[in-house]
């Protein structure tokens, strides 16, 4: 595509964020779940591919539960997705004390435990609930700034407004370039850094390790940076409790300094990390983004055996 195309394409992009977050500020939450949730239906309806991805996963991590029971969780997910994700549009137009006050902090303490190691906090989290929540307000009801460890939008328009809403929280996105030093100095500098491994890595820098009991390649980033740091991890989630209403969940953190050596390598460390998130996701599995494509080996793997 050339330049001036792109150009072209990602105005319009912008323009069109622009224009839905106005409409849906005037839906209000309730409005906004109503609408989403028919948007999600749609989606599934007419999403073959993403349908059959979702399809494929709940089988794969669900092969006990009754057939009918998986489809009312495929429903679940895809009314879920649609109301959230008309509610980050809702959420971007908020203050922080408006967002403050439709957030319930459950486990406040397990990150104040953390901060008192002195290290830094690792915030473990997944794409669960409304994650953006999770990151926004993590950003207000402690001190530190929170380094966001995920993938820029391929659209700089909105890449630059998501940041300055972002920043408003507390919440720096990190580029594209030196990652890993800003994240050490970070934590050196007892800040705090946020991560989501629970989606696919390619197998040449991903390790395999335990998800849902199935062999997952798995990004080894978070491993890395706790067994350097030896900074305690703590799990997070923000999940949805109906219009307007979220609760933030923190868990106990994992402290690697009190780890054996055994217990640091990529892989040990990351299937602590994966069996971590898979807890949080068991707790809501209607909530997770289960149209991911997280075991496209497998997937493909019985596609083309079913050929």
């Known amino acids: ?63 006990a539960t009754e057939p009918a029971e998986r489809r009312r969780l495929a429903k ?3 009314r879920h997705f649609g109301r959230v994700s008309l509610d980050a549009l809702r959420i971007h137009r908020l203050e922080p004390d408006e967002l403050l006050h439709e957030v319930d902090v459950v486990g406040f303490d397990h990150a104040a435990a953390a901060a008192s190691r002195g290290r830094g906090i690792i915030y473990l989290s997944a794409h669960l609930g409304l994650w953006e929540v999770a990151g926004l307000a993590g950003g207000l009801v402690r001190p530190e700034t929170i380094l966001a460890v995920n993938r ?23 580029g594209k370039r030196n990652i890993l030093r800003a994240i050490l100095r970070h934590l050196a500098d007892r800040g705090a850094v946020g991560f989501l491994i629970d989606q696919r890595v390619n197998p040449d820098v991903g390790v395999e390790v335990p998800f849902f009991d199935q062999p997952t390649w798995t990004h080894p980033i978070l491993a890395r940076v706790a067994r350097k740091t030896r900074a305690p991890v703590v799990p997070v989630c923000a999940l949805w409790e109906g219009p307007g209403r979220y609760s933030m969940r923190l868990f106990e953190p994992i402290f690697p300094d009190e780890l054996a050596e055994e217990e640091l390598s990529d892989v040990s460390l990351t299937a602590r990390f994966s069996a971590v998130t898979e807890r949080m996701i068991r707790q809501r599995p209607g909530q997770w983004l289960w149209f991911h494509d997280r075991w496209r080996e497998l997937r493909l793997a019985q596609e083309g055996g079913n050929r």
């Open 76 to 78: 679940d997910v895809s």
């Open 152 to 174: 820029p939008l391929d659209n700089p328009l909105l890449e630059a407004e998501v940041t300055r809403f972002r920043g408003r929280f507390g919440n720096v996105p990190l």
């Open 1 to 63: 595509m050339s330049k001036q195309r792109s150009a072209i394409r990602n105005r319009a992009e912008f323009a069109a964020y622009r224009m839905t977050r106005r409409m849906v500020g005037s839906l209000g939450p309730r409005g906004v779940a109503r609408v989403g949730e028919v948007l999600g239906e749609l989606f599934l309806t007419l999403g073959r591919r993403r349908r059959e991805i979702l399809r494929f996963n709940l089988d794969l991590a669900y092969p």
